[in-house]
């Protein structure tokens, strides 16, 4: 699921970058909206291993 949306969000920028006209606020608004997605999605997702691994780290300082 994430990775279908970062390949969405890869070929959207690269058309963005690559048309000659500029682009509107609402496209610079739903790219915003997708890049928060995202991170929203990737930060829950990953939140609980990320936290495991900082605990794994301050047993491994405070056991020293």
């Known amino acids: 699921m994430i990775l279908e949306l970062l390949i969405k969000l890869h070929v959207q920028l690269q058309l963005l ?7 509107t606020a609402i496209e610079y608004l739903i ?4 890049v928060a997605l995202v991170i ?3 930060g829950t997702t990953l ?3 990320i936290t495991a691994f900082f605990d794994r780290i301050e047993a491994a300082i405070t056991a020293t």
């Open 31 to 34: 790219l915003v909206a997708i």
């Open 47 to 49: 939140g609980p291993q």
């Open 17 to 23: 970058f690559h048309r000659k006209e500029g682009a």
């Open 40 to 42: 929203l999605a990737a």
